[in-house]
């Protein structure tokens, strides 16, 4: 427990700039808080004293407004910046060296017994509320955009953005990377291509017309030369 504990203060102290001390982010981090009590309901809830664990577990959600079901899977660096709004289903299974933020579910999409919550890799940082539903499979070193729902595994390596997500970078990281400011817009990048695309269609329309045009001006001017020269082969009718 005390060195559990401690690991789970040294990630908070590594990944949270806001704490000025160890004894402020013991006493005040939410995040901190949420997934201590996690691990007594989780042992707890292993050790099948069931209603135990879910009084623990109703206890942080009432403490740190997260709700991780003792039933879930959590290794070791597990991180939770901020934890209001934080749902993680009973089948849930997460990696080392995990970060996630505010508001982000990782629910199920049945009502079955048998697994139906997602598989977080080892180094995968999931935004602030990001969705990842069902049983799919986050691989190692990916990075979920802020308010992105996944309902599709995801290989390693990638970053995923959207509604659903999509693949919008294919290059991994070993670190956790807290930038989220960085990740592409899929949306901004589909009207940037859009703009490209028109620029080329108007420049491709502007020179067919002015071929057009030539050729129209070409056929004109030789209308006007076959009609001066019938003119002028045409003889003049003498008076009386």
Do not use: W
Not at 46 to 59: D, E, G, I, P, Q
């Amino acid at each position: 427990m005390a060195k559990g504990a401690k690991s789970d203060l040294d990630i908070v102290m590594e990944r949270d700039p806001a704490p000025k001390s160890r004894s402020e982010a013991l006493l005040f981090s939410a995040g901190l808080h949420a997934i201590r009590l996690y691990r007594l309901s989780n042992r707890l809830y292993h050790r099948k004293h069931f209603m135990t664990a879910r009084a623990f577990n109703y206890l942080a959600r009432v403490l740190t407004g997260s709700d991780i079901h003792p039933g879930a899977t959590i290794g070791e660096g597990f991180f939770i910046d901020h934890a209001t709004g934080v749902v993680i289903g009973e089948t849930s299974e997460i990696g080392n060296n995990v970060s996630i933020y505010q508001g982000v579910t990782l629910g199920g999409v049945r009502a079955d017994k048998k697994k139906r919550h997602p598989t977080i890799g080892n180094n995968v940082s999931i935004g602030a509320g990001a969705t990842i539903l069902g049983p799919v499979t986050i691989g190692d070193n990916v990075r979920v955009g802020a308010g992105s729902v996944v309902v599709k595994s995801v290989p390693p390596n990638c970053t995923v953005v959207g509604i659903p997500a999509k693949i919008v970078k294919r290059e991994g990281t070993t670190s956790i990377d807290l930038h989220h400011d960085e990740l592409p817009d899929p949306v901004v990048n589909a009207f940037v291509d859009m703009c490209h695309s028109l620029s080329e269609m108007e420049y491709r329309l502007e020179m067919i017309e002015k071929k057009l045009g030539m050729e129209t001006a070409k056929k004109m001017a030789s209308a006007k030369t076959e009609a001066r020269a019938e003119e002028l082969s045409c003889p003049v009718e003498q008076k009386d």
